[in-house]
C-alpha cells in the first residue's frame, strides 16, 4: 500500500513536468514576432529557433539516455530542470544587448533541459506502477503536456505580443532615442514572462529535490548502447516515432497553406455556423481578417484534439490492448488523410483536422510499447526514442518539398505512408507479444 502511495505522488509530479514542457515549448513559438524585431531578423533566421529545438534532442538525447543509467531518474529530472532555467535566464542578457547568437544559445539549453526530461520522465511514468497499465499512465500524463501546449498560444498573446509589433518601415521614421525606448521595451517583453518561468522552474526543481521518489532502476546497468539497438521492438517504435513526429508536425505546419490552396476563406465566410465559429475565436470581424488568420484560427482545433485524445486514449489503452488501439488510430487517421486527399471544401478542411485527435494516443503509446523488455536499460532506449524526434525537422521539409514540385495531393501520400507505418508497428507488437 505504501509503494502505490509512492508511485501516485511521484506520477502526480512528474504529470506537472509534462504540462510544464508542454507549456514552455510552445510558447517560444510566440516568441518569433518578437525576435524578428528585438533583433531585426529575417524570417529565415527566426525559423531557426525551431532548427535549435530539435537539434537539442538529436545531438543530446543519446548522451542524456547515458547520464540517467549514472544518476537515475530523480537527480536526472532536477538537473534537466535546472538547464531548462539556465535557459530561460539567458533570455535577459540576449534581449538587452539584441545579440541573436546569446538567444540561440539559451533556447538550445532550454531545448537541453526539456530534452533531457523527456528521456527521463516518459520511462520514468512507464514504471510507476503495472506494465499492463504503462501505455494508459504515459498517455494521461502526455494529455496535460498537450494542455500545457494548448493553453501557452493564449498566454503568449496576452504577455509576450499583447502590443503591437512595428514595422521596419515604422521604426525608421522615430528618432534614435524613440527607437532606443521601442527596442527597450521589445526586450521586456521578451524577458519578464521568462524570468518568470525561470524563477517558477527553479522552485519545481527544489521541490524534486527534497521529494522522496521510488528507486525504481539499477543506476549500475549496461551502458552499452550495442545491447539496446539489437532489441528489435526498441529499433521498430524508434522509427515508429520518427514518423509520427515528422506526420504531426508537417500536419500542423503546412495546414493553413493547404486549407488557402482549398479557397477555403471564402467558404468560411459564406457559410453561417463556420463564420459565427471563426468570429467567435478571432478578435476582429471575418470580413476584415485576412484571409491566413480567418483558416489559421481553425488550427487549433488539431491541437485541441490531440489533448482530448490523449484524456480518452488514456482509458482506452486501460482496457484495451494498447497496441490494438495503436493500429485502430493510425487506421483512422490514414483514412482521414485520405478523405481530406479525395474531397474539397469544408470535408477536406474538417478531415485533415480531425487527424490531431487519432495523432493524440500515437506518442506515448510507441514510446511505452518500444521500452517493453528493456527493464534496467529503459534509460538508453528512452534515449534513442527521444533522438528519433528529429523526424520533426525532416519529414515537414519533405513534404514541402513535394507540395512544391507536385501538390498538396501527393504530399498527403507522404503522411499517409507515415501513418502506414506506425499501423504495421502496432500489429507487429501485438503479433509478437512483447512481455516486460
Known amino acids: 500500500m505504501e509503494q502505490k502511495k509512492s508511485y501516485r505522488t511521484a506520477f502526480i509530479f512528474l504529470t506537472v513536468l509534462f504540462f510544464l514542457w508542454g507549456f514552455i515549448t510552445v510558447l517560444v513559438d510566440s516568441l518569433i514576432p518578437r525576435l524578428r524585431e528585438v533583433f531585426t531578423l529575417s524570417y529565415f533566421q527566426a525559423g531557426m529557433v525551431q532548427f535549435a529545438f530539435f537539434g537539442a534532442y538529436f545531438l543530446l538525447s543519446i548522451p542524456a539516455g547515458w547520464l540517467l543509467s549514472k544518476i537515475g531518474y530523480k537527480k536526472g529530472i532536477v538537473l534537466g530542470l535546472f538547464t531548462m532555467a539556465a535557459g530561460c535566464l539567458l533570455f535577459w542578457p540576449a534581449a538587452s544587448y539584441r545579440v ?86 521589445e526586450a521586456a517583453a521578451v524577458q519578464t514572462p521568462f524570468l518568470g518561468i525561470a524563477i517558477f522552474i527553479i522552485l519545481i526543481a527544489l521541490v524534486f529535490l527534497f521529494v522522496n521518489l521510488p528507486k525504481v532502476t539499477d543506476t549500475e546497468a549496461s551502458n552499452d548502447y550495442g545491447v539496446v539497438l539489437k532489441n528489435r521492438n526498441l529499433v521498430m517504435g524508434a522509427f515508429g516515432i520518427f514518423f509520427y513526429v515528422g506526420a504531426e508536425v508537417a500536419i500542423g505546419s503546412y495546414m493553413v497553406n493547404y486549407f488557402l490552396s482549398l479557397n477555403l476563406p471564402d467558404v468560411i465566410r459564406e457559410t453561417p455556423f463556420m463564420r459565427t465559429l471563426a468570429e467567435w475565436i478571432l478578435t476582429s470581424g471575418v470580413t476584415t481578417s485576412t484571409d491566413m488568420a480567418v483558416v489559421g484560427v481553425f488550427v487549433t482545433f488539431y491541437w485541441t484534439g490531440a489533448m482530448i485524445g490523449r484524456f480518452i486514449g488514456s482509458y482506452l489503452t486501460k482496457i484495451l490492448n494498447p497496441a490494438k488501439v495503436l493500429m485502430f488510430f493510425a487506421a483512422c487517421a490514414i483514412g482521414l488523410v485520405l478523405i481530406s486527399d479525395l474531397t474539397v471544401g469544408l470535408v ?89
Open 100 to 185: 541573436f547568437g546569446i538567444f540561440m544559445l539559451g533556447y538550445f539549453i532550454l531545448a537541453g533541459g526539456i530534452t533531457i526530461l523527456q528521456v527521463a520522465a516518459n520511462p520514468y511514468v512507464t514504471i510507476l506502477g503495472p506494465a499492463s497499465t504503462a501505455s494508459s499512465r504515459l498517455n494521461l500524463s502526455q494529455a496535460f503536456n498537450s494542455l500545457g501546449t494548448a493553453i501557452a498560444p493564449a498566454l503568449g498573446a496576452l504577455f509576450i505580443l499583447s502590443d503591437k509589433v512595428m514595422t521596419k518601415d515604422e521604426i525608421a521614421f522615430m528618432t534614435e532615442a524613440e527607437q532606443l525606448k521601442y527596442y527597450a521595451s
Open 348 to 436: 477536406a478542411m474538417w478531415s485533415l483536422i480531425a487527424v490531431g485527435l487519432f495523432n493524440s494516443i500515437m506518442f506515448p503509446t510507441i514510446f511505452s510499447l518500444a521500452l517493453d523488455g528493456l527493464g534496467d536499460n529503459k534509460p538508453q532506449g528512452s534515449g534513442v526514442l527521444c533522438t528519433m524526434i528529429v523526424g520533426g525537422a525532416i519529414i515537414p521539409p519533405a513534404f514541402g518539398y513535394l507540395t512544391d514540385s507536385f501538390g498538396f495531393n501527393l504530399a498527403l501520400i507522404l503522411v499517409m505512408l507515415c501513418y502506414g507505418y506506425i499501423m504495421f508497428f502496432g500489429f507487429k507488437h501485438k503479433a509478437t507479444e512483447v512481455t516486460v
